[in-house]
């Protein structure tokens, strides 16, 4: 339903600005569109993740709510190079002396914009606004995956989303009062500056209203560290201090956020012994659910003894001598992987580098 009312607003807002030449109503007709792409990739996401059918499960093995943050980003792109338009048309009325296209029939334009109020108030009350619709697909309160989504509560809906939807309705509502009060007799070249001036205003915050959402979609697309978990090394020694009898190391641990709500880790874990192992594997994954993880793989290693040897040779030789001794210790190496490859071509596909460079053939 509030895809279908956001639709036929958004078709109107643009019918109107085309026939009234209102800059100010372009960027709120932009808005719209902007408001209704997300909708429609919130409703596909929704099919796609109950769909039960077995080509679209086999081909998107960790489902499709991803789909949500992906068309939140493509909907950015699109209202960006709308607003990018809308800028270069407001800076070519206001530069050209002789533009005719200026804006008229305020009054109409004014309605338009008391009707985007009413249907947002619609909206508002079916899924709590387009922004706290937009923030809910990726807030952090969902980080429960079993948790549905109830009609919001005035108080859950922050102020700077509702600033956000209607800051551009506002600045619509004053450039149509200001144009219709202006006496143009006495001022006939205000309406050529007020229109497009308030229009790039409009421009300016929305963009700014959505800085913070481009970062949250950045964090989830470049598979980033969680805002949640800010130091990875502070769990991987939380983990080390807490089962120190058990754990001797840990390597090529991997966190982000693979969707909203949910985030992978990918740890190599190097235990004293197997029987270290059985005793601590669930314990090692209840204690990373707790910290707010949801899905994870660990691959257990145990240290492995080498021998390292020391040789005394002469200063200028090359080569070894019966008179130069060696002497062998042992260590255990806990930041190596315990299976590596044995071929050197896949050295650098390997996810752990090795410390040591590999012999050359």
Not at 92 to 117: K, N, R, W
Not at 158 to 171: E, Q, Y
Not at 250 to 272: P, R
Request: negative net charge.
């Amino acid at each position: 339903m509030c895809s279908c009312v956001t639709l036929g607003l958004t078709i109107g807002e643009f019918f109107v600005s085309n026939y009234t030449h209102s800059i100010t109503l372009l960027v709120v007709a932009n808005h719209s569109f902007y408001n209704l792409l997300t909708l429609v990739f919130g409703t596909a996401s929704i099919a796609l993740m109950k769909s039960n059918a077995k080509f679209l499960t086999s081909k998107v093995t960790y489902g499709w709510n991803r789909m949500e943050v992906v068309g939140s980003m493509i909907s950015l792109v699109f209202l960006g190079s709308l607003c990018f338009g809308t800028t270069t048309e407001a800076l070519q009325t206001i530069s050209h002396s002789g533009h005719l296209d200026l804006m008229h029939l305020p009054e109409y334009i004014f309605i338009l914009a008391c009707v985007h109020v009413l249907i947002w108030f619609l909206v508002l009350t079916f899924i709590g606004g387009y922004s706290h619709y937009q923030w809910r697909c990726l807030d952090e309160e969902t980080k429960i995956p079993t948790r549905k989504y109830v009609a919001p509560y005035f108080k859950d809906i922050h102020i700077k989303n509702l600033f956000r939807d209607l800051a551009s309705v506002g600045l619509l509502m004053v450039t149509s009062v200001s144009v219709y009060f202006i006496d143009k007799k006495q001022h006939p070249r205000a309406i050529k500056y007020v229109d497009p001036c308030i229009a790039l205003v409009s421009i300016g915050l929305i963009i700014f209203t959505s800085l913070s959402l481009i970062k949250k979609l950045a964090i989830v697309l470049l598979q980033s560290l969680p805002t949640s978990m800010d130091n990875i090394e502070k769990l991987k020694e939380d983990i080390l201090q807490t089962y120190q009898e058990e754990i001797v190391g840990i390597h090529e641990f991997h966190l982000w956020s693979l969707m909203h709500g949910q985030i992978v880790a990918n740890l190599h874990v190097t235990f004293k012994n197997t029987e270290a192992y059985i005793k601590v594997n669930t314990l090692l994954n209840d204690f990373l659910t707790s910290r707010g993880v949801t899905q994870i793989t660990v691959q257990p290693e145990f240290p492995r003894t080498v021998a390292i040897e020391t040789e005394e040779d002469d200063f200028n030789s090359f080569e070894k001598t019966k008179e130069s001794s060696s002497q062998s210790q042992c260590c255990l190496k806990t930041d190596e992987c315990s299976l590596p490859c044995a071929d050197v071509w896949c050295e650098t596909q390997r996810c752990c580098k090795p410390l040591t460079s590999p012999p050359v053939a």
